[in-house]
């Protein structure tokens, strides 16, 4: 397989991107990747690469591309507490950026930018996102459910908030399937959290699938950082290629 930078048009700029698509002509069924807070890196790429391996091309969009093109940090430091912190802080502006209807619009492009390519299967795609991109991954499915078939958030944060327009209410839109594996140590997606999103999704008449790993943290998909969780990782991949093969499969 291939990884390559692809540079998307957008209602409000450029998007970069990473692109990461099997050996063969194809045409190949599509994933997109919403990435965590750190944005586009090797692991992220490893990620996508795993996923491709199953037969799927895999673009990896830079959610926070108003700031600049990736990397926006030295990432070589993830280790460490206080350069997270410092990260985090720095995109946290653009983070809050990402509306609802943002999210909709950008989503919008990069679905738009498969629809083009003569290597993507017609019809809709998957999504799969970690942290703050589970979050969005959920705003693009609400958004385009007649695009995306499937949705799948990990560790995702901020799901449910008092906000008007928190995420857990835009579910009745959702027509196709979607799963969430929560990190029962994450204070951005607290039990009772989690419990007021699946009464959501049950009202809403949703599909889904809702999981939490025991003893696992915020970022746990995260092999470049301390929150890694090598079993709740594992659990995490068998979850999406489940829901994949079913939602979206290769032949």
């Not at 990884?3 to 194809?26: E, M």
């Not at 507490?81 to 985090?88: E, T």
């Not at 703050?132 to 949705?151: F, K, Q, S, V, W």
């Not at 196709?176 to 009202?203: C, N, R, W």
Request: with cysteine; aromatic share 6%.
């Amino acid at each position: 397989m291939q990884t390559t930078t692809v540079d998307i048009p957008t209602g409000d700029g450029v998007a970069d991107a990473c692109l990461t698509r099997p050996d063969g002509d194809g045409p190949f069924p599509a994933v997109l990747l919403f990435q965590d807070a750190f944005g586009p890196r090797p692991r992220l790429v490893e990620m996508a690469e795993r996923i491709a391996a199953r037969g799927y091309l895999v673009l990896t969009p830079h959610l926070l591309y108003r700031a600049g093109r990736a990397p926006l940090s030295d990432l070589s430091r993830l280790g460490e507490a206080d350069q997270r912190g410092a990260i985090v802080e720095k995109v946290m502006p653009f983070i809050r950026g990402l509306t609802a209807d943002v999210v909709s619009r950008d989503t919008g492009s990069y679905l738009d930018f498969l629809a083009a390519r003569d290597d993507v299967r017609p019809g809709p795609v998957a999504i799969t996102g970690y942290c703050m991109g589970g979050t969005n991954a959920l705003r693009a499915i609400e958004a385009h459910p007649d695009r995306i078939a499937a949705a799948a958030s990990f560790h995702g944060g901020r799901i449910v908030t008092e906000a008007p327009d928190s995420p857990h209410l835009g579910v009745g839109s959702i027509t196709g399937e979607v799963y969430f594996g929560h990190a029962d140590k994450d204070q951005s997606m607290t039990p009772e959290q989690i419990a007021t999103l699946e009464k959501a999704l049950d009202a809403a008449g949703v599909r889904y699938r809702s999981e939490l790993n025991a003893g696992a943290h915020h970022g746990f998909t995260m092999a470049d950082t301390p929150a890694y969780d090598e079993q709740a990782t594992e659990r995490h991949w068998a979850a999406l290629f489940d829901l994949l093969d079913r939602a979206l499969p290769t032949r």
